[in-house]
């Protein structure tokens, strides 16, 4: 089992950047591909990126592709996603998410799950 803590939400001006930071304990991280999912207002939880568990595999939605970056630590246990020019639209509760899976980019698909953190852009 493995548990997860994500920090680094905020509030930002359209443009900004933010870095989230998801930290893991519990089984060995480099176990599991990492997931982050974002859930705004009345909205489905929906896919942001994945990252197999050795960083050789990486998916974006097309909505973030070439704004946000993911990446992983293994030896400090941590993963990480770069926002860049953030958007009001990218506005949501953002979730990390540990999968046995290679790479999935269904929900369904994670076993464990942050609490989230809250990210808001201004316009």
């Known amino acids: 089992q493995v548990q997860l803590v994500e920090s680094g939400g905020g509030l930002v001006q359209a443009g900004g950047s933010l870095r989230l930071s998801c930290a893991a304990s519990?089984?060995?991280?480099?176990?599991?591909?990492m997931g982050w999912f974002r859930q705004a207002p009345g909205k489905e939880r929906e896919f942001v990126a994945v990252i197999s568990r050795y960083g050789w595999q990486l998916y974006y939605a097309d909505s973030v592709k070439g704004r946000f970056t993911i990446s992983r630590d293994n030896a400090n246990d941590t993963l990480y996603l770069q926002m860049n020019s953030l958007k009001p639209e990218d506005t949501a509760v953002y979730y990390c998410?540990?999968?046995?899976?290679?790479?999935?980019?269904?929900?369904?698909?994670?076993?464990?799950w942050g609490q989230g953190t809250q990210v808001t852009v201004s316009s």
């Open positions: 998410a540990a999968t046995s899976l290679i790479a999935p980019m269904k929900k369904s698909e994670y076993q464990y």
């Open positions: 519990g089984r060995t991280f480099s176990s599991y591909a």
